[in-house]
């Protein structure tokens, strides 16, 4: 299931919009290609972040992959649970098993985001 209210990129991460603050994390499609994710390097409160920059590296029992920003900002919050259990973006990756909370630099940013059905098409679905 693809959530209708998020953006999307083709490196697989989403981006959601909530008042002021733009959620960041890796779809389920992601999750299940990379299988038992074991480890993810969140990086610090108050970084600021190009659009495209690498955050962060997710390391599963299949892979290592870099996390990759869909909008520029500057990080306000990191999902720390991720630190005890890793796990919570396999079982929730678009709730419970968010990465990084931004404050978005540019909404413009997003413009080139994937939309839902572009994101399926993408991934086959």
Do not use: C
Not at 49 to 72: C, H, M, N, R, W
Not at 84 to 99: C, K, L, Q, T, V
Request: glycine share 8%; hydrophobic share 40%; proline share 5%.
């Amino acid at each position: 299931m693809i959530p209708q209210d998020l953006k999307y990129t083709k490196s697989h991460e989403y981006v959601r919009f909530s008042g002021d603050e733009a959620t960041i994390g890796i779809t389920n499609f992601a999750a299940d290609q990379l299988g038992d994710v074991v480890f993810v390097e969140l990086p610090e409160v108050g970084r600021v972040l190009k659009k495209g920059e690498s955050f962060g590296v997710i390391e599963s029992v299949k892979a290592v992959s870099d996390l990759y920003s869909p909008i520029g900002g500057t990080v306000v919050a990191i999902n720390e649970s991720l630190n005890d259990e890793p796990s919570m973006i396999n079982e929730d990756s678009f709730g419970e098993g968010w990465i990084i909370k931004l404050q978005p630099a540019n909404l413009e940013d997003a413009a080139d985001a994937l939309n839902p059905e572009q994101y399926q098409a993408l991934i086959g679905a």
